[in-house]
C-alpha cells in the first residue's frame, strides 16, 4: 500500500501538469520516454479516472462487474434471439445456453463472494455493442435460414467475448493466489467454449447451407 500522503502529491503534481499541457503541446514528443511518463500525458495516452485501478486486484474486480453486467443482459437478449430463430436445433441451442447463462450469473455472485466483494453490475460496453449488432443483424435479415445464419454469428461474436474475459479473468485470480475463485470461472470458460462448438455445428450442418438456398429463389 502506497503511502496516502504520497498519493495526494503525486495527483496534484499530475493536476498541475495538465494545466499547463497545453501551451506544452509544441515540445518534441520523443523526449517524454519512460522516466516521465508515470506523471504525465503524453499524445495519445488515456489519462486515468480518479477511480482507477491501481493493481492487478482492483483490475480482476472491475472486470468481474463488467462480466456480470454483460451476463445479466444475455438473460434477456437470448430469449429473443430464440423468438427470432427458426431452426429448431438452434431455438434449442440458443435456449439451451438461456439455462447457462443463468447459472454464470448465478456463479459469478460466488466469485464475487469467494474473493470477499459485492456482487455489483457495472455497464460492459462491449456486450452492449455485440447485442445492438445482433439486432441489427435481425433487422436486415429475412426470418428464416438466412436470420439463423446472422444469429449464429452474432452470437458466436458474443462467445467469443465472453471465452476472453473469462480466460483473462481465471489467469488474473491465479496470479492473485484466488483458487476457488479459478475453478468457477474456468467452469464458465469451458461452458462458453461449448457453446460456440454448438453454435459451429449448428451452422455447419445444416443452417449455412439452408441460407445460401435461399439465394436461389
Ligand atoms: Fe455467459
Ligand atoms: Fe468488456
Ligand atoms: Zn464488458
Ligand atoms: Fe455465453
Redesign the pocket.
Known amino acids: 500500500m502506497k503511502d496516502s500522503n504520497t498519493k495526494t502529491a503525486t495527483k496534484k503534481a499530475t493536476a498541475a501538469k495538465t494545466t499547463t499541457s497545453a501551451s506544452k503541446a509544441k515540445t518534441p514528443a520523443s523526449k517524454s520516454s519512460a522516466s516521465t511518463s508515470k506523471t504525465s500525458t503524453p499524445k495519445g495516452t488515456v489519462k486515468a479516472k480518479s477511480s482507477a485501478a491501481e493493481g492487478l486486484r482492483e483490475l480482476f474486480v472491475d472486470s468481474l462487474k463488467?462480466?456480470y453486467w454483460?451476463e445479466k443482459a444475455l438473460t434477456k437478449a437470448l430469449p429473443k434471439m430464440a423468438k427470432n430463430a427458426t431452426s429448431q436445433n438452434l431455438i434449442d441451442a440458443i435456449n439451451d445456453h438461456l439455462k447457462v447463462t443463468e447459472g454464470q450469473v448465478a456463479r459469478l455472485e460466488e466469485v464475487f463472494a469467494s474473493v470477499g466483494e459485492k456482487a455489483t453490475a457495472k455497464k460492459?460496453?462491449?456486450?452492449e455493442g455485440l447485442i445492438k449488432e445482433g439486432e441489427g443483424i435481425m433487422e436486415e435479415t429475412e426470418i428464416g435460414a438466412v436470420r439463423d445464419a446472422g444469429i449464429i454469428a452474432a452470437s458466436q461474436k458474443i462467445e467469443h467475448y465472453e471465452i476472453a474475459?473469462y480466460g483473462t479473468l481465471a489467469a488474473f485470480a491465479k496470479t492473485l493466489g484466488e483458487d476457488a475463485a479459478v475453478e468457477l470461472l474456468v467452469q464458465t470458460l469451458n461452458e462458453e467454449k461449448e457453446a460456440d462448438i454448438t453454435l459451429t455445428e449448428a451452422a455447419y450442418n445444416t443452417i449455412n447451407f439452408d441460407a445460401s438456398e435461399e439465394d436461389e429463389e
Open positions: 463488467d462480466i454483460a460492459c460496453d462491449a456486450m474475459t
